[in-house]
T-cell receptor, first 112, second 115 residues
Framework: DAKTTQPPSMDCAEGRAANLPCNHS???????VYWYRQIHSQGPQYIIH???NNETNEMASLIITEDRKSSTLILPHATLRDTAVYYC?????????????FGSGTRLQVQP | KAGVTQTPRYLIKTRGQQVTLSCSPI?????VSWYQQTPGQGLQFLFE???????NKGNFPGRFSGRQFSNSRSEMNVSTLELGDSALYLC??????????????FGEGSRLTVL
């Protein structure tokens, strides 16, 4: 599995965009980039995933660099409820192996 | 649609005892996986079951075991509990086939404290 590097913590003002970077320079061609978040003491929650194109859904946008070695999760208008630990996870979903490797993630603190 | 349900939510055991945790996946999901979360090691994959068979296994000792029933419900068991087994145990389910986007749906977890 590809290793990831994420900043341990970030702050963001409420209402502003939160940009969370992730380095995954050893990602393989078959691995998608998945993002999950975990709000304190709850189970992780899926946010978004992508392979090489940028993706957007109702929660966030995902920007993947052309060489696929890094990506950025964007929360366009952060709210206090977005305070959580965010995990970037490269994963080959087509192997049938449902074994995610969670790193340390980024603890995002949204400030009022 | 009901989410992933884990029981019990909280439990306290003493060293040497054993514990069984239960997970009911989302209706129609046939894959169930288990994770352990501790402050020191973070979230770690334990094992995954599909169609009553263990499909993948993480790097945990044999004291950790699991099973899946024909209705896809799963249980995990930890025998001879150690203090280090104190953790949040999370279960996740996912669909197969065309519905599989790779998204895992996690439950709220079972928090085990070993005294």
């Amino acid at each position: 599995d590809a290793k990831t590097t994420q900043p341990p913590s970030m702050d963001c003002a409420e209402g502003r965009a939160a940009n969370l970077p992730c380095n995954h320079s050893t990602i393989s061609g078959n691995e998608y980039v998945y993002w999950y978040r975990q709000i304190h003491s709850q189970g992780p929650q899926y946010i978004i995933h992508g392979l090489k194109n940028n993706e957007t859904n109702e929660m966030a946008s995902l920007i993947i660099t052309e060489d696929r070695k890094s990506s950025t999760l964007i929360l366009p208008h952060a709210t206090l409820r977005d305070t959580a630990v965010y995990y970037c996870i490269p994963w080959d979903r087509d192997t049938g192996r449902r074994a995610l490797t969670f790193g340390s993630g980024t603890r995002l603190q949204v400030q009022p | 649609k009901a989410g992933v349900t884990q029981t019990p939510r909280y439990l306290i055991k003493t060293r040497g005892q054993q514990v069984t945790l239960s997970c009911s996946p989302i209706s129609g999901h046939r894959s169930v996986s288990w994770y352990q979360q501790t402050p020191g090691q973070g979230l770690q994959f334990l094992f995954e079951y599909f169609s009553e068979t263990q499909r993948n296994k993480g790097n945990f000792p044999g004291r950790f075991s699991g099973r899946q029933f024909s209705n896809s419900r799963s249980e995990m068991n930890v025998s001879t509990l150690e203090l280090g087994d104190s953790a949040l145990y999370l279960c996740a389910s996912s669909p197969e086939g065309q519905l599989n986007t790779g998204e895992l749906f996690f439950g709220e977890g079972s928090r085990l404290t070993v005294l």
